[in-house]
Nanobody
Framework: QVQLVESGGGLVQAGGSLRLSCATS????????MNWYRQAPGKQRELVAT???????EYADSVNGRFNLSRDNARNTVFLQMNSLKPEDTAVYYC?????????WGQGTQVTVSS
């Protein structure tokens, strides 16, 4: 069983910042890439950012340069720092791990950016 515990999110004005966190077990954290997805109302879920077990990161074009994904190895937690937020960033954000053959998801956290 893989557990992903998310925190953070909330309501912020455009241009503001928020930080999301996702904690998991040490065995998962040290082995698998961890991802953040988001889903806006009426839209498909999309990949926002990925961090490998070695710390390499990739970002969607829409957030590159504004979002930063990092790892805290002591706490088995990843942090998604979101800066210069835009109304179009409004969505439910999900932490995700693919432990073949299954996908595991966090409970989701709402991010709302007001204009």
């Amino acid at each position: 069983q893989v557990q992903l515990v998310e925190s953070g999110g909330g309501l912020v004005q455009a241009g503001g910042s928020l930080r999301l966190s996702c904690a998991t077990s040490a065995s998962i954290f040290s082995t698998y890439a961890m991802n953040w997805y988001r889903q806006a109302p009426g839209k498909q879920r999309e990949l926002v950012a990925t961090i490998t077990s070695g710390g390499s990161t990739e970002y969607a074009d829409s957030v590159n340069g504004r979002f930063n994904l990092s790892r805290d190895n002591a706490r088995n937690t990843v942090f998604l720092q979101m800066n210069s937020l835009k109304p179009e960033d409004t969505a439910v954000y999900y932490c995700h791990v693919r432990k073949w053959p299954r996908d595991y998801w966090g409970q989701g956290t709402q991010v709302t950016v007001s204009s």
